[in-house]
């Protein structure tokens, strides 16, 4: 794939028409510049994705988790690109209106519809109107208050500026969620803060080459939103910042991670955060209980958050065994 380095975007455009006009030109014509993440498409059993769809999809990583599947919820996917995810949460929801994605780009959108069509051509037990694309943007989402069971974004938020943009977009997906409804998101993070002339390239930024957060910055806007739980899902290399194309100092290697985010209130003890870690108990009894509700059984290794495998490895005690944080959970925690 080639990378191309941008100089600056057009002085007649704003920000947001630098975005626009991007994804307006991959919706004409698919971009392979833009949020490569090798990666197998998902099976499920009679779903057909047309080969467009493969070829559209700007996203990171996966917004689709099996364990956040059902037929009685209603979903929210922001920035519908080609429709492939949309099209994936149709196969679990399965009825008109089911899924809601919405997108501010009249040529995706229709490329979008299009797309679903074509799907319904191929697979007998899809209809389009399963998906409901609207017009709309992340920052004044056309969806009323906790009216949504699951928000999804895809290699969308990390092109947000912060100090404005960003926070709004996840105030407006903590707004449209019910309570104890999730907000499931994919984005590239830097193991270090970019030079902000990488930070102030708009191509670079609407490209999802240059508006990386650190992971400590990504997930604190998360819970300055208002979500109390946390799940780190997946975290692997994204892109490579080569010193000598960037002008950096040395090469930084973006990563992208896929999360979960509960809307349940922060607690008066901070965001419950899954990183999975574990703690296992290897004493005498039959089980360990740490006085807060958590019980270890004996020689169990049981998901916990970052607060809990903290508050258990203060204790000192030889028959805690806590492990660091394998940045993949899959549920069953603590909290």
Not at 53 to 65: A, D, K, R, S, V
Not at 97 to 108: I, Q
Not at 161 to 187: F, P
Not at 277 to 302: C, I, Q, S, W
Request: proline fraction near 6%; hydrophobic fraction near 40%.
């Amino acid at each position: 794939m080639e990378i191309r380095i941008f100089t600056g975007a057009n002085a007649t455009m704003s920000y947001h028409e630098t975005v626009l006009t991007l994804y307006r030109d991959a919706a004409l014509a698919p971009a392979d510049n833009l949020c490569c993440v090798p990666q197998s498409g998902k099976y499920l059993p009679g779903l057909v994705i047309p080969d467009i769809m493969h070829e559209m999809n700007y996203g990171c990583g996966t917004t689709l988790h099996l364990q956040d599947m059902s037929s009685d919820q209603r979903v929210l996917y922001v920035g519908v690109g080609g429709g492939l995810e949309a099209l994936q949460f149709a196969y679990f929801t399965r009825r008109k209106g089911g899924v809601v994605a919405v997108d501010p780009v009249p040529e995706m959108r229709e490329c979008a519809a299009k797309n679903l069509e074509l799907a319904a051509r191929l697979n007998d037990w899809f209809e389009p109107e399963f998906v409901t694309i609207v017009d709309g943007d992340a920052f004044q989402l056309p969806v009323d208050d906790a009216s949504i069971d699951l928000a999804a974004q895809n290699c969308l938020f990390n092109i947000f500026k912060t100090g404005g943009d960003l926070e709004m977009a996840l105030s407006e997906m903590h707004r449209v969620l019910r309570k104890n409804g999730r907000l499931v998101m994919s984005d590239p993070i830097t193991p270090c803060v970019l030079p902000p002339e990488l930070g102030n390239d708009e191509q670079l930024r609407a490209a999802c080459i240059s508006g990386c957060l650190t992971l400590e910055e990504y997930l604190q806007k998360i819970i300055d939103a208002g979500f109390g739980t946390i799940e780190i899902r997946s975290r692997k290399p994204y892109r490579m910042l080569d010193a000598t194309s960037y002008g950096l100092d040395e090469n930084v290697l973006l990563e992208t991670i896929e999360v979960a985010a509960y809307q349940v209130p922060v607690p008066d003890d901070g965001a419950c955060l899954f990183t999975g870690r574990t703690a296992t108990y290897t004493g005498r009894d039959e089980d360990f209980h740490d006085g807060k509700e958590h019980v270890l059984p004996r020689n169990m290794p049981m998901p916990v958050c970052d607060k809990t495998a903290s508050a258990l490895s203060d204790l000192g005690r030889p028959d805690l065994v806590v492990t660091e944080s394998t940045w993949h959970y899959q549920g069953g925690g603590c909290c």
